[in-house]
């Protein structure tokens, strides 16, 4: 049966445009239940002896939810203990429409056979379609279709039944709704009242989130916050320039401290400063707000307090915080500060974090602090907080009353206990919103299937450079390897060195489920102890990996050079190789060293490295920067995985080799692709800091008397290059890591969507990602149009689209951004580990940056950095003493200056399980009643293991 909608349309040139719409009504659509004979299905769904118990319905039955249900009970519907749910079309589109994450987490419910949701499409079906009524708004028509599709079933199961009883819940929070459902002979409850008559989950109800009719009875009658204005004022507000929109960004160490990062060009107001608790107005880390700027006479300077939210009740009284935030200074230190006016976005997300008891004996609600400490505490009720307590779990926010002290939110799940290694890893994927599920069916589909080899097809359109003596050069344990290089002579007296790189295009293909995951995901994140995949591990550490004697795709560039490493011409083709060695750095390097080793590979291995020389040059006399971050290693036990070594990376002249060569390819694809592609190449940049970032670098320097110039990054290079102190060789390092805090994120862009291509640190005009395809989905789509660019693969749409492509680059600076912070967190959780198992241990080390209160340590040994404050709530304070000009900081007698060599005590302080952190404490210079002893006991290491500090 056919329906038709006709309706006219106007055109952007003023046309007006006939549209006609079909929409086909079938009488072929089964119901998806075991107990119908009529629908002449294969393989039903929904159970024919649903086993859910409810003390509301005793005889069998299935769950038909409403969208609302769907949106905001997800994590309820979720829960395995749910079972037999019908879920409509109507359902559905509605929820894809309204929230595209709900969206997606029920789909992978419904693809779970384990879990019997089946998916109706009511909108096709003849009986349960409908049209919307004249005067009925589309979410009455909705409201109706659903209870049109629930009646149906309940009659559609009545005919079939073999025992009378069987029912259809229609679940909805929507009271017309309900009670519509209810007149027409419907059994409807709310998604409360079906939960907590759940026989046998009690502990479901925690997952319920609240709904608005909830927050009023939790809530007492003080207004603690100013009403926030509807939508249409506050997009009135921002056009006429009342309100400024921007991102709201907490204070990490002041919950009562917020910046707004204004959205759109202009330099004016860039930053607002929110103070206050009723000026931050129920404002989340990483909403879209609205804010109104005060008066110049009410604008303050960002405090320098540090406050933790540690009020255990809704009366704690904010007044006297709020002024201990405010200090004298000089107005060149004020900031334009503002308050919310409103919500525009929520960005909120499913929180890590541990329950706080209260301590009234069997209360029901509970605080649950966050393990980021921008977001705020959470108000949840529960009834298993005696199980939870000391457990990493996972909260959601649900709604911020204006009465509230703080927002409502739902339990979702326990993670495990606390400071368990498999938990603190969780958390920190989750955290740093690292997508670590397994993959899924669909993208494991699209694997090629096994086994593989390479066909005919395939060398027709490639260079065979199997019989070339090619190898890989990397870190230990490596099976994801993406590049392999030659150098060979040419007979004419040049030389020939190719980079190759594992094909991975030829395996993801535009736009299936593997390339969607691969783009979701962005990057691999390698963490301690477990490297979380950007692609599936068949082609992560198999078929696209560059191992040893076996034959693989790549992509090559290839260069004529002669002996001064000048490039004479560059060749792009897509190849097969056979690689003849995967080396580590120290196996490439003792082959460079060893003279009596001369086979074709060693030969390879010395002229890419005398080549290596050259470029590396020829790159610091252009000005690129050679800077440097203590970079450290994990020994792990093999049986506990726990570290018991902790030292810093020691980088070979094979480290540089192989860099040199991935920098030119990368340089020379970039400018293939922008010849070819002006408007969508995918390249990255490194902008210039701007000035005022170098002063810290530029202070510390003054206190050597050392000059250090930063017009230019050739300057800044020569700078740091000169600036050496005799008797302290440490010294150039500890700079190089100064100037490594003063550098921008260097990102990706679309050629098309941007004018400044140049990357700083690299002093190269143009740059991209080519050489890492198994670990980024920058390169691959790289490799995608350097390969429509030489005509070894055609080019799809999204590829050409520069808005496309740039929404992409934003996706893949957030997920390189998010790994770097995951890797760090890692870093730290495994250097707390070493710390807990090795006691207090003495070492030596220098200042970095000197505080009014503290100064902060570089422990060179273990890359490793540390607060020493001279503030103790236990002891009298010290006197202190701060100038700012060259950063001195005065204890007592005894002054402190950046790069002062001191000895600390280095231990685990554990006593918040949430937030443990390493601890130092000041041994020498001995300052009385400021230094701690030495711990000479608890050094386990011998002194002939230790490396010298001053290397």
Not at 57 to 62: N, W
Not at 79 to 107: C, F, G, W
Not at 740 to 757: H, L
Not at 846 to 870: D, H
């Amino acid at each position: 049966m056919l329906k038709s909608k006709t309706f006219v349309k106007k055109t952007r040139s003023g046309g007006v445009m006939k549209i006609v719409r079909e929409h086909y009504l079938r009488d072929d659509i089964w119901c998806g239940s075991e107990v119908c004979d009529s629908c002449k299905q294969d393989s039903p769904v929904l159970q024919q002896d649903p086993c859910i118990e409810s003390n509301l319905c005793k005889c069998p039955h299935y769950i038909l939810p409403d969208t609302n249900v769907v949106l905001h009970q997800i994590d309820v519907l979720e829960d395995p203990a749910i079972t037999n749910v019908i879920m409509l079309q109507t359902v559905l589109q509605e929820a894809r429409h309204r929230s595209a994450p709900v969206y997606k987490r029920i789909k992978d419910v419904i693809h779970n056979v384990e879990r019997h949701f089946y998916t109706f499409t009511n909108e096709h079906h003849r009986e349960t379609y409908i049209e919307q009524a004249q005067g009925e708004s589309a979410n009455d028509r909705n409201d109706r279709a659903i209870r049109v599709a629930a009646k149906w079933y309940s009659e559609h199961l009545k005919k079939d039944q073999k025992e009378e009883g069987f029912q259809i819940i229609l679940l909805t929070n929507d009271k017309k709704n309900k009670e519509k459902a209810e007149e027409a002979g419907l059994v409807a409850y709310t998604c409360e009242e079906y939960i907590q008559s759940l026989v046998a989950n009690p502990e479901l109800v925690d997952r319920l989130a609240s709904t608005p009719d909830d927050v009023n009875e939790i809530e007492s009658g003080k207004i603690i916050f100013q009403e926030h204005l509807p939508l249409s004022k506050l997009q009135q507000g921002i056009k006429s320039g009342t309100y400024l929109q921007g991102t709201f960004r907490s204070n990490r160490d002041n919950y009562l401290e917020a910046t707004v990062w204004v959205h759109g060009d202009t330099e004016e107001n860039k930053e607002v400063l929110i103070q206050g608790l009723k000026n931050l107005n129920r404002a989340v880390h990483e909403d879209v707000v609205a804010v109104q700027l005060l008066p110049k006479d009410q604008w303050v300077a960002p405090s320098s307090v540090v406050l933790q939210d540690e009020g255990t009740t809704e009366d704690d009284d904010e007044e006297e915080k709020e002024n201990s935030l405010k200090s004298v200074v000089h107005e060149s230190m004020l900031k334009p500060t503002g308050k919310v006016v409103g919500i525009i976005k929520r960005n909120w997300r499913p929180y890590c974090g541990m329950l706080s008891k209260s301590q009234i004996k069997e209360a029901r609600k509970h605080l649950f602090t966050p393990a980021d400490r921008r977001i705020p505490r959470i108000r949840i009720e529960t009834r298993q907080a005696s199980t939870l307590e000391g457990q990493r779990i996972i909260v959601a926010i649900d709604g911020w009353p204006k009465n509230s002290r703080y927002p409502n939110g739902h339990f979702v799940r326990n993670l495990g206990i606390a400071g368990d290694k498999e938990t603190e890893t969780e958390v920190l994927l989750l955290e740093h919103d690292v997508p670590h599920q397994p993959f899924s069916q669909a993208v494991l589909s699209f694997l090629p299937k096994m086994p593989w080899s390479i066909t005919e097809e395939d060398f027709k359109s490639r260079t065979d450079l199997r019989h070339i003596g090619v190898c890989s050069v990397d870190p230990p344990g490596c099976t994801d390897i993406d590049d392999a290089l030659h150098c060979r002579d040419l007979e004419n007296g040049n030389l020939e060195v190719g980079v190759h790189i594992a094909d991975v295009s030829h395996f993801i293909r535009p736009g299936n489920a593997l390339d969607q995951e691969a783009a979701s995901r962005g990057t691999t994140v390698y963490l301690c102890e477990k490297r979380i995949d950007m692609v599936p591990e068949l082609l992560s550490s198999n078929l696209c990996s560059l191992r040893s004697n076996v034959e693989r795709l790549a992509f090559s560039c290839i260069w004529e050079m002669n002996h001064n490493a000048e490039i004479i011409n560059t060749k792009f083709t897509k190849s097969v190789i056979n690689s003849k060695a995967s080396l580590t750095y120290a196996e490439a390097q003792m082959r460079i060293d060893d003279t009596s080793m001369n086979d074709e590979i060693t030969r390879s291995l010395r002229g890419l490295n005398r080549l290596a020389k050259i470029l590396k040059k020829k790159r610091i006399e252009m000005g690129a920067l050679t800077l440097s971050s203590p970079e450290v290693r994990f020994h792990i036990d093999s049986e506990t995985h726990d570290p018991i070594d902790l030292q810093t990376k020691e980088l070979k002249e094979t480290n540089s080799m192989v860099e040199e060569f991935m920098l030119l390819a990368n340089i020379s694809v970039a400018k293939k692709i922008y010849e070819e592609f002006a408007e969508c190449a995918l390249l990255r940049k490194h902008p210039a800091p701007p000035p005022s970032n170098y002063d810290m670098l530029v202070k510390a320097a003054k206190s050597k008397d050392l000059d250090i110039r930063t017009d230019s990054a050739k300057a800044l290079a020569d700078s740091l290059d000169a600036a050496q102190v005799e008797g302290f060789p440490y010294f150039n390092t500890l700079l190089r890591i100064l100037a490594t805090r003063c550098m921008m994120q260097a990102v990706y862009f679309c050629s098309g969507m941007d004018t400044d291509f140049h990357h700083y640190g690299l002093a190269s005009p143009i740059y991209t990602h080519f050489t890492s395809p198994i670990r980024r989905y920058s390169d691959i789509i790289v490799h995608r149009l350097l390969a429509v660019s030489i005509g070894a693969d055609i080019t799809y749409p999204d590829l050409m689209d520069k808005h496309k492509q740039a929404a992409l680059c934003n996706n893949l600076n957030y997920r390189h951004k998010m790994s770097q912070y995951a890797q760090r967190s890692s870093v730290a959780f495994h250097t707390q580990l070493f710390f807990k198992s090795k006691g207090i241990i003495n070492e030596e080390g220098f200042i970095l940056f000197v505080k009014k209160n503290a100064i902060v340590v570089l422990i060179p040994k273990f890359g490793l950095e540390g607060t020493v404050f001279f503030e103790n709530k236990d002891k009298p304070n010290p006197r202190l003493s701060f100038k700012e000009e060259i950063p001195t900081l005065t204890v007592e007698d005894t002054v402190f200056r950046v790069f002062d060599k001191v000895k600390v005590t280095i231990s685990l302080d554990a006593s918040n399980v949430q937030h443990q952190k390493i601890r130092m404490s000041l041994v020498e210079p001995v300052i009385p009643g400021v230094s701690v002893s030495p711990q000479s006991n608890c050094n386990s290491e011998p002194d002939a293991k230790k490396t010298k500090l001053e290397s």
